[in-house]
């Protein structure tokens, strides 16, 4: 392999780590504060439940090759159902979505096809 694909591979693994942050970073911080601050065993059990039906939904969607999008509004309304005050969350995941849809996924996909060509073109 060229010192050029092994840089492509290494961002394609780097930027896909990073949208799966973006995605995922500020529902785990309203998950462990719902977890830790709450005094509700029925929100408690809430959002046990969103959390295992996210997990299933996060399994399914990688088998199929689904966006993991549809994981993240589960866990936010369980997050909703223990949080009083959801609004910071809720802006920071729609600051996370822009980023990721806007910045992160195109140099991803454009960071993914490039490596693949130059993977091929090593072969030869």
Known sequence: ?????????????????????????????????????????RGKVTLSICCTVALLLTLINIISKYSVRSTMWVLLLGAYAVLEDVMPYLIAIAICTIIDEFIITPLYKSVKNRYIINREIDKV
């Open 1 to 41: 392999m060229r010192d050029k694909t092994i840089r492509l591979r290494r961002s394609k693994i780097i930027l896909g780590i990073i949208s799966l942050l973006l995605c995922y970073a500020p529902l785990l911080v309203a998950l462990i504060t719902g977890f830790s601050y709450s005094d509700n065993e």
